[in-house]
């Protein structure tokens, strides 16, 4: 990290990083055997040295900004800043300073109530901007010296819908798609504030802890408004982990005491118990709180108001972090194969394969697998190595164990992919749509599993309808909720969705061309229902979550599916 911090690895870093989750420019060919790749923990680490320097605060209107950012000017230099809008319509800017050192000074500045238990204080990233009680001092100027990015822009449909209907091409639509619905930067620096927030608050009760984002937030699949899956844990590193417990065992005569768990539920429920409360009560922003404590991995369901994100949080779950990585090394090896990704995504919500509720259908996880062991496939190409490879190209410093001993080491450095392992595949957006839809609809579901590990189809160990190995743990199926109807309607829908790209060949524009056939929504005009996330269904009853299954306990299937990774 400290390596991080230095100002010129910082700009390249930024640099590279913008490239990637702004606009992909590079394919991953022979001739891009220049490209320098960043690593995911280079980006986390950088975003996480972001959040750690950056503030939200709450303004009365647009006209507070420049007093805002005068008074703040007053205290400490500002690095960057950014206005949204919540989807209460009120106002906020995040603010990020130059340093950790400049926030400490500015939050010197602040006030907090502290009259009663009710209000007691609570110091976390998010504050709110108090009008002026005296005169008010001038501050025209200082805005001007640093621009005001505006992250409130959500995707406006209408101007989509006519933008991909003009577009030139199928694979021009699937790029438009992919570059107007990406989570954008502001959306990513909010959501690595709510995961530092949960760290301020909860530092006071738990010692040396981590809350990292994983998921679409994080894995370069992420579309605006997606999910927030957050994770609390240690925060050592692997080797810092080892030397500590040896350490402390052996050097150390004085020792903490340490709290045993008791009762009935297990530690990991007791904790979420606790969060759960914690959130309810000291966590500013936090709302509709649900606890899930049954699953096999216990979770918090939650909305920060604040920063408008719905957020599942659990603990020690490093290897769904692991899996992220992972995902977002795939995503980043080859610059199509996340707008690919995002128009199968877009394509299954609409015809509703999947759903934001967790039950007997699909969801983005293991839809995201199987569009990546397509891109491996000899019949495209291939474009994406096998698993496998990257485990057979790991070194020391790649080397990973996740709870319960679950190895998860792969190759993290992707420049140190030979080249010869470079992709001589040319096809298009638009071709390789079409032939992921083929390739499903040929794909033997009855006999055969996909693994991401092999990068080829193996033989199904059981007779659950669809089988996709979980690939940082091969004995589990990431679809195992996965009804034998709805695997159906996955072969039904990737055969129409075949025939409909099929028929856009003629080069005829009607209203429903290429990639608009396939990703409005049956039932509604235009792209609206398509284009949002689905934040107003995230939050569903606890109700809703322990829907019925026949193959397994009906209890928590619905919530099995979601968490079975761990
Ligand atoms: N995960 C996993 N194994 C599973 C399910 C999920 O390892 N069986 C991990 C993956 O890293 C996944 C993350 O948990 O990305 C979050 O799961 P989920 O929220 O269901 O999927 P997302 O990828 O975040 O997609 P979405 O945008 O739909 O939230
Ligand atoms: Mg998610």
Same mark, same amino acid.
């Given at each position: 990290m400290s390596v991080l911090l230095q100002t010129g690895k910082v700009y390249l870093l930024r640099k590279q990083f913008n490239n990637i989750f702004s606009k992909c420019i590079f394919y991953r060919k022979k001739s891009d055997v220049s490209r320098k790749f960043v690593t995911f923990d280079e980006i986390v680490a950088l975003r996480r040295a972001e959040a750690r320097r950056s503030l939200v605060v709450q303004v009365n209107s647009e006209s507070s900004f420049n007093e805002l950012h005068g008074y703040c000017s007053k205290y400490a230099s500002i690095n960057d800043i950014h206005h949204y809008?919540?989807? @209460?319509?009120e106002h906020f800017m995040l603010i990020e300073f130059n340093s950790e050192e400049n /926030? #400490?000074?500015? /939050? #010197? !500045?602040c006030s907090s109530h502290q009259k009663d238990v009710d209000v007691m204080g609570v110091q976390s990233p998010f504050l709110w901007f108090r009008a002026s009680s005296g005169v008010r001092e001038k501050y025209e100027q200082s805005i001007k010296q640093l621009a005001v990015k505006d992250g409130s822009k959500s995707v406006n449909e209408e101007v989509l819908y006519e933008e991909l209907l003009n577009c030139d091409s199928v694979s021009d639509q699937i790029q438009m798609l992919y570059d107007r619905t990406v989570l954008n930067d502001i959306g990513v620096r909010l959501r690595y504030m709510v995961a530092r927030q949960l760290e301020v608050v909860f530092s006071s009760l738990y010692a040396n802890i981590r809350v990292q984002p994983f998921g679409s937030s994080v894995n370069g699949f992420g579309r605006m408004g997606c999910d927030l899956d957050l994770v609390l844990s240690n925060n050592l590193d692997e080797h810092n982990l080892i030397s500590f417990v040896t350490q402390s065992s052996q050097k150390h005569r004085l020792v903490y005491q340490e709290k045993k768990s008791e009762g009935a539920r297990s530690p990991s429920q007791r904790h979420m118990e606790l969060l759960g409360a914690l959130l309810e009560l000291r966590v500013p922003g936090a709302g509709r709180v649900q606890r899930i404590l049954n699953a096999r991995v216990p979770i918090v369901k939650y909305s920060h108001e604040l920063a408008d994100v719905d957020c599942d949080l659990c603990c020690n779950n490093t290897s769904g972090v692991y899996m992220s990585e992972l995902l977002w090394a795939l995503g980043a090896l080859d610059a199509r194969v996340r707008p690919l990704t995002g128009a199968v995504r877009s394509w299954a919500r609409a015809v509703a394969l999947t759903n934001a509720h967790p039950g007997r259908w699909l969801t983005n996880f293991p839809l995201t697998l199987l569009v990546l062991f397509f891109l491996q496939q000899k019949q495209s190409g291939p =474009?994406?190595? !096998? /698993?496998?490879? /990257? =485990?057979s190209l790991a070194g020391k410093e790649d080397i990973r164990v996740a709870e319960e001993n679950l190895n998860c080491t792969f190759l993290r450095d992707l420049n140190k992919l030979p080249t010869d392992s470079y992709s001589q595949n040319d096809d298009d957006l638009q071709t390789l749509l079409f032939k992921f839809f083929e390739f499903y609809s040929q794909f033997e579901f009855q006999d055969k599993a996909i693994s991401i590990n092999e990068g080829r189809a193996i033989r199904k160990p059981n007779s659950l309808p669809l089988y996709v190995v979980n690939p940082l743990e091969q004995s589990l199926n990431v679809s195992r909720n996965v009804s034998y109807e709805e695997c159906e309607r996955l072969r039904l829908e990737v055969r129409n969705a075949a025939w409909h790209l099929e028929s856009c060949l +003629?080069?005829? #524009? !009607? +209203? +429903?061309? @290429? =990639?608009l056939g396939l990703v409005e929504q049956k039932s509604s005009r235009g792209l609206k229902k398509l284009l949002r996330v689905g934040n107003s269904h995230r939050l569903v009853s606890v109700k809703d979550l322990f829907k019925d299954n026949d193959d397994v306990?009906?209890?928590t299937e619905g919530i099995r599916s979601k968490m079975e990774k761990f």
């Open positions: 809008r919540n989807s @209460g319509g /926030l #400490k000074d500015v /939050l #010197k !500045s =474009i994406l190595p !096998s /698993l496998n490879y /990257l =485990i +003629d080069g005829h #524009k !009607s +209203d +429903d061309w @290429g =990639i306990e009906p209890s």
